[in-house]
T-cell receptor
Framework: AQSVSQHNHHVILSEAASLELGCNYSYGGTVNLFWYVQYPGQHLQLLLKYFSGDPLVKGIKGFEAEFIKSKFSFNLRKPSVQWSDTAEYFCAVILTTGNQFYFGTGTSLTVIP | ETGVTQSPTHLIKTRGQQVTLRCSSQSGHNTVSWYQQALGQGPQFIFQYYREEENGRGNFPPRFSGLQFPNYSSELNVNALELDDSALYLC?????????????FGPGTRLLVL
C-alpha cells in the first residue's frame, strides 16, 4: 500500500540543538517531495520541495532536506533550532503524474528556550 | 499568506445535518483540492476539481461532494453529517502544468459535529 511514514511523533529539543525529522515513503513511481509546517493556529505553509536535480534542497528559515532515492527517504534537517520553530511538521509526497498529496501523520516539535 | 481563503473559519453542526464549505483559490490557479485533517493526523485527500470537473477522488463516501465555479472558487458539501466528520477541512490550490505540482493551502474550516 502507498504510504508516507514519519517516525517521530513528538520531538522536544532545547534551543540551538540540531534537528532531524525522518520521512519515508513507499510509492512505485517518480515522486515529488515536500515538507510543510503548521505553526500553532496557522495554516500549512510550504517549507521546501524536491522535484529533481540536487538531492539536497534548501528551504525557508534555515531548513534543508535530503532526498535519498535508494532509501525512499526525505529527511528534514536544521542545524540549530529556535523557539519559533515550535510547530507541526508534515512530509508529503505526490506522484509526478498525480494530483493528490499523500501526507505523513506529522511530527510535533517543541523547542524549549 | 498563500492567497487561498476559506469560509467559514469555524462551524458547529449536529449529526444528520448538511454543511457547505467554501474556498477561493490563489490568483492564477485553476485547480482546487480538498483535504480532511482529523485531530493528530495528516491531511487526507478528499477530491480535486480542475476546470469545474472532478479530477480525482480519495477514499471518501459519496455524501462528500463538491463544485468548482468558473472563477475557480470551490465548495465542499457534506450530507448526513456523522460525528467522525469533525475535523479541519483544508482547501489547496495549484496550477496543474503536468501533475505533481505544489499545492498552496488555506487556513481551513474547523467543523465540529455534535
Amino acid at each position: 500500500a502507498q504510504s508516507v511514514s514519519q517516525h517521530n511523533h513528538h520531538v522536544i529539543l532545547s534551543e540551538a540543538a540540531s534537528l532531524e525529522l525522518g520521512c519515508n515513503y513507499s510509492y512505485g513511481g517518480t515522486v515529488n517531495l515536500f515538507w510543510y509546517v503548521q505553526y500553532p493556529g496557522q495554516h500549512l505553509q510550504l517549507l521546501l520541495k524536491y522535484f529533481s536535480g540536487d538531492p539536497l534542497v534548501k528551504g525557508i528559515k534555515g531548513f534543508e532536506a535530503e532526498f535519498i532515492k535508494s532509501k525512499f527517504s526525505f529527511n528534514l534537517r536544521k542545524p540549530s533550532v529556535q523557539w519559533s520553530d515550535t510547530a507541526e511538521y508534515f512530509c508529503a509526497v505526490i506522484l509526478t503524474t498525480g494530483n493528490q498529496f499523500y501526507f505523513g501523520t506529522g511530527t510535533s516539535l517543541t523547542v524549549i528556550p | 499568506e498563500t492567497g487561498v481563503t476559506q469560509s467559514p473559519t469555524h462551524l458547529i453542526k449536529t449529526r444528520g445535518q448538511q454543511v457547505t464549505l467554501r474556498c477561493s483559490s490563489q490568483s492564477g490557479h485553476n485547480t482546487v483540492s480538498w483535504y480532511q485533517q482529523a485531530l493528530g493526523q495528516g491531511p487526507q485527500f478528499i477530491f480535486q476539481y480542475y476546470r469545474e470537473e472532478e479530477n480525482g477522488r480519495g477514499n471518501f463516501p459519496p455524501r462528500f461532494s463538491g463544485l468548482q465555479f468558473p472563477n475557480y472558487s470551490s465548495e465542499l458539501n457534506v450530507n448526513a453529517l456523522e460525528l467522525d466528520d469533525s475535523a479541519l477541512y483544508l482547501c489547496a490550490s495549484s496550477s496543474p502544468l503536468g501533475g505533481g505540482e505544489t499545492q498552496y493551502f488555506g487556513p481551513g474550516t474547523r467543523l465540529l459535529v455534535l
